[in-house]
């Protein structure tokens, strides 16, 4: 699954892996792996450290639960480091924060973003092969003039969320826009990057 070629006795045996976010990129934390270590990562596909201090192999969250789920592993150009990405389940840092080197308050908005991607991909995939009891393909069924009055008709129940003040609803109404209007996107044959696209023209005026 994941070729790669490590030099560990050139390394003394432990080779440092740092340990990336998938979604997000953020560097979540640093860790070091033996050989065991990296069969044990690639068999399970949780990342797997060996523990100086406990000198022992250590599984990240075997005590927290907050394991490491393996996407991909690289390893550098002169086989002495490792690059592993992951979908960390829960909290990295034992002080309870997302990485070890910190909060990135940029990690948060670049996962929202990335989030609003794949949930365009799978209102495309409806597209292209309707589901059965999906609301997504009921709009589709029912037409772009019917899924341009559910966009209207979300885009004021957030304005008046928005003028009244009702944050907390606030949230709900505008994530129903947001839904409705990449909808609309693909039922007319267009896509968020072509959005997208206008705004970066835009701002380079």
Request: aromatic share 6%; charged share 25%.
């Amino acid at each position: 699954m994941h070729n790669v070629k490590i030099d560990f006795d050139k390394m003394g045996g432990l080779v440092p892996a740092v340990i990336q976010d998938a979604a997000t990129s953020q560097v979540l934390m640093l860790g070091y792996i033996n050989q065991e270590a990296l069969d044990k990562t690639q068999k399970e596909g949780l990342v797997t450290f060996f523990s100086r201090s406990k000198n022992r192999l250590w599984t990240k969250g075997e005590t927290s639960g907050h394991t490491l789920q393996v996407v991909s592993i690289v390893d550098d150009c002169d086989n002495d480091s490792l690059l592993i990405k992951v979908n960390p389940n829960g909290p990295t840092c034992h002080t309870g924060d997302t990485s070890c080197f910190g909060e990135d308050p940029s990690a948060k908005r670049l996962a929202a973003v990335q989030f609003i991607a794949r949930l365009e991909e799978v209102i495309q995939q409806r597209k292209a092969n309707p589901t059965e009891a999906s609301y997504t393909n009921f709009l589709f069924d029912k037409g772009v003039n019917k899924i341009a009055q559910k966009v209207g008709e979300e885009a004021v129940e957030t304005v008046i969320d928005a003028v009244a003040g009702k944050t907390d609803t606030m949230k709900g109404e505008a994530a129903d826009l947001l839904y409705h209007l990449l909808v609309l996107l693909a039922a007319t044959g267009l896509e968020l990057a072509d959005v997208v696209a206008v705004l970066e023209e835009r701002h380079k005026k």
